[in-house]
């Protein structure tokens, strides 16, 4: 109980010190509180009698800085119209005498003008507009005329040599030939393509280094509101370099009444230098035109469609009108070659064509080489068509009086063989309408032509009086074509069967040749009743006589004859010879072996046996040479 007692005393006093303590505290606190309020209305008294100065510090410094802010906006207007002086002098002096600085002139008034249109504050500044902008449209007449002026300069024709030298080697002409002389070599500088790197190197129409200062006064008119003019000069200038470069190349208008009046010959090599053109015109003249114009006119994407539009179209016009009037005249067998070389020649720049007149503004141009590609495609096929019925239907009355080839069969042999230089042209120009087989299209096409020219040579055939020169010739032809067939493509198109069919066609008409041809004379080397060599009872000697003397007849007079026809096929030739040879020869030995004997022992037996076996196979060795006797032919 003493002890609890002991503990809340304990406690007592310590409550009794910590109240004391914060007694303590909270006058501290008032006297500090007192203190610092104290301090709190001396500073306010202070800062009171401050505010006035501090004030006219503020308004110093703000004043200051509205100072360097005017003089420096003063500066920059005194700079616009030193700059602007300046800009002045240099247009005075005129574009010739620094044409870079006169254009920086000239931009320099425009920034100027920029400067001052947004200082709507400045009484002067309407005036220094007006000034500027007066200055910059006499500079802009100015340049118009520079602007003509370095056009007309720069843009002279370019010298045919000078086009040449851009191809690439294998399609340049010889020194002093004609431009399609550099396609002599191959059969066509599209196939050349395919074989090397070919490279088109693009003429300098204009220098490189005038194009950027070009630029600079187009852009400078263009801004001033002169679109139209810069269209103008530049339409004026470039159109006119570009067709007197094309006439100076060799290009005419020519239309389908002027082609329908030349001669096959001149006709033939004006297409084939329009081919030549034509790849000039489309992969190095317009290309480079399209360059320039692109250069001149950058930023201004319609302006300078339209500009090149309008530069090129004459040209074009001219360059398809003459393919328009091949297509569009009269149709011959001759002239299927180069509606196929002018089909190739448009369809191998028909990428390039779309490129490079894309734009809306050349939609016609574009349109019209599609047009004039379709239409050659199509009168080529036709051509061909005619070419079947032409040789079906040939009533040409040459006379092939030793019974050689026809010129229509090496006519239309050669023709075949030409159009599988145009193989895959073909398969092309077929599927262009059918959407077929194209190889199967040309086997039937090439069939039928083969058909046809057999059945003309039959027709012919029968002009001869001589049944047997009927079969050499119909042999000959044949041979000829199925020689010509195993040596070309066409033997893949017809094929095996096609080539061993007439291989014996012509083996029915050499043996008919012989039957016709030999077999009276080879009567004369039987007599009936007479089969066994030994049995020579009941043949007169006078029988004998008129057999041999029928025989030499016969044999001179178709020597006579023969030795004139012709076989113009060394190999053929002398297996024609050798089947002869073994049907005459031992027929001949043995009728001498047999009855010889009887004409020998009598009066003048030479005058009967005239020619020994020797004889005869010599002689049979000038038959078919196609030689010219002084007699009159039989």
Same mark, same amino acid.
């Given at each position: 109980?003493?002890?609890?007692?002991?503990?809340?005393?304990?406690?007592?006093?310590?409550?009794?010190?910590?109240?004391?303590?914060?007694?303590?505290?909270?006058?501290?606190?008032?006297?500090?509180?007192?203190?610092?309020?104290?301090? %709190?209305?001396?500073?306010?008294?202070?800062?009171?009698?401050?505010?006035?100065?501090?004030?006219?510090?503020?308004?110093?410094?703000?004043?200051?800085?509205?100072?360097?802010?005017?003089?420096?906006?003063?500066? /920059?207007?005194?700079?616009?119209?030193?700059?602007?002086?300046?800009?002045?002098?240099?247009?005075?002096?005129?574009?010739?005498?620094?044409?870079?600085?006169?254009?920086?002139?000239?931009?320099?008034?425009?920034?100027?003008?920029?400067?001052?249109?947004?200082?709507?504050?400045?009484?002067?500044?309407?005036?220094?507009?007006?000034?500027?902008?007066?200055?910059?449209?006499?500079?802009?007449?100015?340049?118009?005329?520079?602007?003509?002026?370095?056009?007309?300069?720069?843009?002279?024709?370019?010298?045919?040599?000078?086009?040449?030298?851009?191809?690439?080697?294998?399609?340049?002409?010889?020194?002093?030939?004609?431009?399609?002389?550099?396609?002599?070599?191959?059969?066509?500088?599209?196939?050349?393509?395919?074989?090397?790197?070919?490279?088109?190197?693009?003429?300098?129409?204009?220098?490189?280094?005038?194009?950027?200062?070009?630029?600079?006064?187009? @852009?400078?008119?263009?801004?001033?509101?002169?679109?139209?003019?810069?269209?103008?000069?530049?339409?004026?200038?470039?159109?006119?370099?570009?067709?007197?470069?094309?006439?100076?190349?060799?290009?005419?208008?020519?239309?389908?009444?002027?082609?329908?009046?030349?001669?096959?010959?001149?006709?033939?090599?004006?297409?084939?230098?329009?081919?030549?053109?034509?790849?000039?015109?489309?992969?190095?003249?317009?290309?480079?035109?399209?360059?320039?114009?692109?250069?001149?006119?950058?930023?201004?994407?319609?302006?300078?469609?339209?500009?090149?539009?309008?530069?090129?179209?004459?040209?074009?016009?001219?360059?398809?009108?003459?393919?328009?009037?091949?297509?569009?005249?009269?149709?011959?067998? @001759?002239?299927?070659?180069?509606?196929?070389?002018?089909?190739?020649?448009?369809?191998?720049?028909?990428?390039?064509? #779309?490129?490079?007149?894309?734009?809306?503004?050349?939609?016609?141009?574009?349109?019209?080489?599609?047009?004039?590609?379709?239409?050659?495609?199509?009168?080529?096929?036709?051509?061909?068509?005619?070419?079947? @019925?032409?040789?079906?239907? %040939?009533?040409?009355?040459?006379?092939?009086?030793?019974?050689?080839?026809?010129?229509?069969?090496?006519?239309?042999?050669?023709?075949?063989?030409?159009?599988?230089?145009?193989?895959?042209?073909?398969?092309?120009?077929?599927?262009?309408? #059918?959407?077929?087989?194209?190889?199967?299209?040309?086997?039937?096409?090439?069939?039928?032509?083969?058909?046809?020219?057999?059945?003309?040579?039959?027709?012919?055939?029968?002009?001869?009086? %001589?049944?047997?020169?009927?079969?050499?010739?119909?042999?000959?032809?044949?041979?000829?074509?199925?020689?010509?067939?195993?040596?070309?493509?066409?033997?893949?198109?017809?094929?095996?069967?096609?080539?061993?069919?007439?291989?014996?066609?012509?083996?029915?008409?050499?043996?008919?040749?012989?039957?016709?041809?030999?077999?009276?004379?080879?009567?004369?080397?039987?007599?009936?009743?007479?089969?066994?060599?030994? %049995?020579?009872?009941?043949?007169?000697?006078?029988?004998?006589?008129?057999?041999?003397?029928?025989?030499?007849?016969?044999?001179?007079?178709?020597?006579?004859?023969?030795?004139?026809?012709?076989?113009?096929?060394?190999?053929?030739?002398?297996?024609?010879?050798?089947?002869?040879?073994?049907?005459?020869?031992?027929?001949?030995?043995?009728?001498?072996?047999?009855?010889?004997?009887?004409?020998?022992? /009598?009066?003048?037996?030479?005058?009967?046996?005239?020619?020994?076996?020797?004889?005869?196979?010599?002689?049979?060795?000038?038959?078919?040479?196609?030689?010219?006797?002084?007699?009159?032919?039989?």
């Amino acid at each position: 109980m003493a002890a609890y007692a002991g503990t809340i005393q304990t406690l007592t006093d310590r409550a009794a010190l910590m109240k004391e303590s914060m007694q303590k505290t909270q006058s501290i606190t008032d006297n500090m509180a007192a203190i610092l309020g104290s301090f %709190d209305h001396r500073l306010s008294a202070l800062e009171t009698a401050m505010r006035p100065t501090q004030l006219k510090t503020h308004s110093i410094r703000r004043a200051h800085e509205n100072i360097d802010k005017t003089l420096k906006s003063a500066e /920059g207007i005194l700079s616009q119209f030193d700059l602007s002086r300046k800009a002045e002098a240099k247009l005075l002096r005129g574009p010739h005498e620094d044409l870079e600085s006169y254009l920086e002139a000239v931009d320099q008034l425009r920034s100027i003008v920029r400067f001052f249109s947004g200082k709507k504050g400045i009484k002067s500044s309407i005036g220094v507009v007006n000034h500027a902008n007066n200055l910059i449209g006499k500079a802009v007449i100015k340049l118009e005329e520079e602007l003509r002026q370095l056009l007309a300069l720069y843009s002279k024709p370019v010298e045919p040599d000078r086009l040449f030298d851009c191809l690439p080697n294998s399609m340049r002409p010889s020194t002093g030939g004609s431009p399609r002389d550099g396609e002599s070599n191959g059969k066509k500088a599209s196939e050349q393509q395919n074989k090397e790197t070919v490279v088109y190197q693009l003429p300098t129409l204009i220098p490189a280094k005038l194009l950027p200062l070009l630029h600079e006064i187009a @852009e400078q008119m263009i801004q001033a509101g002169h679109q139209q003019t810069v269209m103008n000069i530049y339409r004026e200038a470039r159109s006119s370099a570009l067709e007197q470069t094309l006439r100076k190349l060799g290009v005419e208008r020519l239309g389908k009444e002027d082609v329908q009046k030349m001669q096959w010959e001149v006709l033939e090599a004006k297409i084939g230098n329009w081919i030549h053109y034509m790849r000039i015109a489309v992969k190095l003249l317009f290309a480079g035109e399209k360059k320039v114009c692109d250069a001149i006119f950058v930023g201004h994407d319609t302006l300078r469609d339209q500009c090149f539009a309008d530069v090129t179209a004459n040209s074009v016009s001219v360059l398809l009108s003459f393919g328009e009037a091949i297509a569009k005249s009269k149709r011959s067998p @001759e002239k299927l070659f180069v509606l196929l070389d002018m089909y190739e020649i448009m369809r191998e720049l028909q990428t390039e064509i #779309d490129i490079i007149f894309g734009s809306k503004f050349c939609v016609e141009m574009r349109e019209s080489s599609v047009n004039l590609t379709k239409r050659l495609a199509q009168t080529a096929q036709e051509t061909f068509g005619d070419f079947e @019925e032409a040789v079906e239907k %040939d009533a040409t009355k040459t006379a092939v009086l030793d019974g050689t080839v026809h010129p229509l069969t090496s006519y239309v042999i050669n023709y075949v063989k030409f159009l599988f230089d145009y193989h895959s042209t073909l398969q092309q120009l077929f599927r262009e309408f #059918d959407d077929g087989d194209a190889e199967k299209h040309l086997a039937s096409i090439t069939t039928r032509i083969m058909q046809a020219l057999q059945s003309n040579l039959d027709g012919k055939s029968k002009q001869y009086k %001589d049944p047997a020169l009927t079969q050499l010739f119909l042999m000959n032809n044949v041979h000829y074509i199925v020689r010509s067939v195993r040596r070309s493509e066409a033997k893949d198109l017809l094929g095996d069967d096609w080539v061993q069919i007439h291989r014996r066609v012509v083996q029915q008409h050499a043996n008919q040749y012989k039957r016709i041809a030999w077999s009276k004379i080879l009567q004369c080397l039987s007599i009936q009743g007479a089969s066994q060599p030994s %049995d020579v009872a009941g043949v007169s000697r006078q029988m004998v006589k008129d057999r041999f003397k029928n025989f030499n007849l016969l044999f001179e007079e178709i020597h006579q004859r023969q030795s004139q026809w012709t076989v113009p096929d060394s190999e053929l030739r002398e297996s024609l010879r050798l089947a002869v040879a073994e049907v005459l020869l031992p027929a001949y030995r043995s009728f001498i072996r047999r009855f010889g004997p009887m004409i020998e022992g /009598g009066k003048n037996p030479q005058k009967y046996i005239r020619y020994t076996p020797e004889d005869l196979e010599r002689m049979l060795a000038e038959f078919f040479e196609g030689k010219t006797w002084n007699e009159p032919r039989r």
